[in-house]
């Protein structure tokens, strides 16, 4: 039988409440919400037209930002250039700015009086009260995570394998997405999950943008504001359950990417 040390059984038992103390109240919210109020809310479709909003707008958001952070994540871990820490100083600035202010500065940066609005506006689209609005707001506070994780995976490939690539007469474009995307996959899928999970959870900077049309954690601080904790439990399970799911899913496909990348 396997002895642990006087610190080990300390660190057992201090990683037992941390465990406990995520766990507690998400158990204690699931065993309060019966099979039937589950089911309900299963089928309001003011609830599932959130859910799926939620998961589509947060969905477009990583899929368009990806575009230009993950190249500017290549350039953060393969290149020095003046003002270096600066710059990523500002890509965390999302993370530790209060989400209710970053959504005012938003709202300042896609009314019709900006730059951005009027060009919205010539389209005809309105980015206030708009899923356009609420892809933008899920992106700022969530585009940090994709950008760090990625630049964490360029750094730690060889810079000696590009080089000899680049001596053979490889090309950069063709060294980047022949080398360096796969050797770092495995960290951007992780930011791109991590990106669209933050944006399917954010709230204080939406809220701000767009009350209408509601996504989820909107909707529940709605019902729990006008009926109650009764009617935003549910929701708030259901919402949970099919993230979990879809974040599993999404942890197994990029499991698999990764395998075939390996290969």
Request: no cysteine.
């Given at each position: 039988?396997?002895?642990?040390?006087?610190?080990?059984?300390?660190?057992?038992?201090?990683?037992?409440?941390?465990?406990?103390?995520?766990?507690?109240?998400?158990?204690?919210?699931?065993?309060?919400?019966?099979?039937?109020?589950?089911?309900?809310?299963?089928?309001?479709k003011?609830?599932?037209?959130?859910?799926?909003?939620?998961?589509?707008?947060?969905?477009a958001?990583?899929?368009?930002?990806?575009?230009?952070?993950?190249?500017?994540?290549?350039l953060?871990?393969?290149?020095?250039?003046?003002?270096?820490?600066?710059?990523?100083?500002?890509?965390?600035?999302?993370?530790?700015?209060p989400?209710?202010?970053?959504?005012?500065?938003?709202?300042?940066?896609?009314?019709?009086?900006?730059?951005?609005?009027k060009?919205?506006?010539?389209?005809?689209?309105?980015?206030?009260?708009?899923?356009?609005?609420?892809?933008?707001?899920?992106?700022f506070?969530?585009?940090?995570?994709?950008i760090?994780?990625?630049?964490?995976?360029?750094?730690?490939?060889?810079e000696?394998?590009?080089?000899?690539?680049?001596?053979?007469?490889?090309?950069?474009?063709?060294?980047?997405?022949?080398?360096?995307?796969?050797?770092?996959?495995?960290?951007?899928?992780?930011?791109?999950?991590?990106?669209?999970?933050?944006?399917m959870?954010?709230?204080?900077?939406?809220?701000?943008?767009?009350?209408?049309?509601?996504?989820?954690?909107?909707?529940?601080?709605?019902?729990?504001g006008?009926f109650?904790?009764?009617?935003?439990?549910?929701?708030?399970v259901?919402f949970?359950?099919?993230?979990?799911t879809?974040?599993?899913?999404?942890?197994?496909?990029?499991?698999?990417?990764?395998?075939?990348?390996?290969?």
């Open positions: 039988m396997k002895r642990y040390q006087p610190i080990q059984l300390v660190f057992i038992l201090l990683g037992s409440l941390v465990l406990l103390f995520i766990l507690a109240p998400l158990l204690g919210m699931f065993f309060k919400t019966s099979p039937q109020s589950l089911f309900e809310t299963a089928k309001d003011e609830v599932t037209g959130s859910i799926w909003l939620t998961i589509w707008t947060s969905m958001a990583t899929s368009l930002f990806a575009l230009a952070a993950i190249p500017l994540a290549y953060l871990a393969r290149k020095k250039f003046p003002l270096k820490k600066l710059v990523t100083g500002i890509i965390d600035l999302p993370i530790v700015i989400h209710s202010a970053a959504g005012i500065a938003i709202l300042g940066f896609v009314s019709r009086d900006t730059v951005l609005g060009m919205g506006s010539a389209i005809g689209l309105n980015f206030i009260g708009n899923p356009a609005g609420i892809a933008i707001a899920m992106a506070v969530s585009i940090p995570y994709l760090n994780a990625a630049r964490d995976g360029f750094a730690g490939v060889p000696r394998t590009e080089k000899a690539a680049l001596t053979l007469g490889a090309t950069p474009a063709r060294v980047f997405f022949t080398i360096s995307l796969p050797l770092a996959w495995r960290n951007v899928v992780s930011g791109l999950i991590l990106m669209f999970a933050r944006g959870s954010e709230f204080g900077a939406v809220i701000v943008v767009a009350y209408h049309p509601m996504i989820t954690p909107v909707l529940i601080y709605e019902r729990f006008a109650g904790l009764k009617y935003a439990r549910p929701v708030s259901l949970i359950l099919i993230s979990l879809l974040f599993i899913m999404l942890r197994w496909l990029a499991k698999e990417k990764n395998s075939e990348v390996a290969k």
